[in-house]
């Protein structure tokens, strides 16, 4: 951070010149686990991307981007025109920057294996995404985000991708971040060296280090649970919503519920707060996936000083068994997670 201070009439004029993303990822370059660059580069690709999908989701509502795309994805979701636009940029720019070996979405039924060109199979990265996560928002202007997760291979170089090289626990991520496309578009990631937000200015198309090193409080008073479910809901869930909504102490907490996990999961890391997306009758696994939702939320959570469980354990300790596992999920404040979790241990 440069500050350039001129004193002018006695009023300081303080500019700060922020440090861009790219500056950053130079500046932190030898403190990723494998600094050959590629991982540099695939944050620079997702970066690109996100610049682009950007574009888009801002214009929604003036071109014809918007609705259902006619086709339903593997989970059974019909697909909105922006998810399907957004999958394909990122996919893309990922691809065409030739720096990983193969890709999972939840767009796409099975994983892609890269291996076209000369050299794909020698990447070491591969990347796991939701592409436009909260997409039954997009037609009400509500903000929506993309999640990634990077892992090495695990599986011999120079060999097609195989489904194991994305069934990896969580732990074993190498970086993890979201893109929210909100009132600003940010870009908040992790290299397991902390967490930090970016900024995008759209007027330059830079984005700028507006948030460095954050970090969940222990405690919070906001408490995102779709409470529309609660009669079906577990029991020491149903418990913990009541013990949330009690007169007692710092209590009631305050009730904020967007439906699009990155918005919530980004306020409650800003203000302190608790997401919970419990099994129920409708959903006995829960609803969101494993691979490109919980577990990289589940990276950044815990990198800010949070917690993420399944209501019983942590989410990253989980042996995936198939690409679209789908897990409950308790995110945030880690003393909020933890009494959630109490309460759940009592019907375990
Ligand atoms: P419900 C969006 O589809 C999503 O995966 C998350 O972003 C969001 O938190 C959740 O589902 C909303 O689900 O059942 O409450 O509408």
Do not use: W
Not at 33 to 42: A, F, T, V
Not at 242 to 257: A, F, L, V
Not at 260 to 285: C, E, Q, W
Not at 320 to 333: A, D, K, N, W, Y
């Amino acid at each position: 951070m440069i500050n350039i201070c001129n004193c002018k009439n006695d009023t300081l004029i303080m500019k700060d010149r922020n440090k861009t993303l790219g500056e950053f990822i130079i500046e932190k370059q030898e403190e990723f686990k494998y600094s050959s660059g590629e991982l540099s580069r695939i944050i620079n690709a997702i970066r690109l991307a996100a610049k682009v999908v950007n574009y888009k989701v801002n214009k929604a509502g003036l071109v014809d981007i918007v609705g259902a795309a006619g086709e339903q994805n593997i989970q059974g979701e019909d697909q909105q025109k922006l998810d399907v636009y957004a999958n394909e940029v990122f996919i893309q720019t990922l691809i065409n920057r030739e720096i990983v070996c193969g890709i999972a979405s939840e767009e796409n039924d099975d994983f892609i294996a890269i291996h076209g060109k000369a050299g794909d199979d020698n990447n070491k990265y591969v990347v796991l995404m939701d592409p436009l996560d909260g997409s039954s928002n997009i037609d009400v202007n509500v903000s929506v985000g993309t999640i990634f997760s990077v892992y090495r291979r695990v599986t011999p170089m120079g060999t097609p991708v195989t489904l194991e090289d994305f069934l990896q626990p969580g732990d074993q991520q190498v970086a993890a971040g979201y893109v929210i496309y909100g009132t600003s578009t940010m870009l908040v990631y992790t290299t397991g060296h902390g967490v930090n937000g970016f900024t995008l200015n759209p007027a330059i198309g830079t984005f700028y280090l507006s948030h460095p090193n954050m970090k969940y409080s222990k405690d919070g008073k906001i408490y995102s649970v779709n409470e529309g479910n609660y009669i079906h809901f577990p029991q020491g869930v149903k418990d913990y919503i009541k013990y949330c909504q009690m007169e007692e102490g710092d209590r009631p907490y305050t009730s904020r519920y967007i439906g699009s996990l990155v918005s919530d999961f980004h306020r409650n890391m800003i203000k302190g707060g608790v997401y919970i997306y419990p099994t129920s009758s409708k959903a006995p696994n829960g609803k969101l996936r494993l691979l490109y939702e919980c577990n990289p939320m589940a990276f950044i959570a815990e990198q800010a000083g949070g917690k993420a469980s399944d209501g019983y354990g942590r989410i990253m300790e989980i042996q995936p068994t198939e690409l679209h596992q789908r897990v409950p999920f308790f995110c945030g404040s880690e003393n909020m997670v933890a009494k959630a979790e109490e309460f759940m241990a009592k019907y375990k």
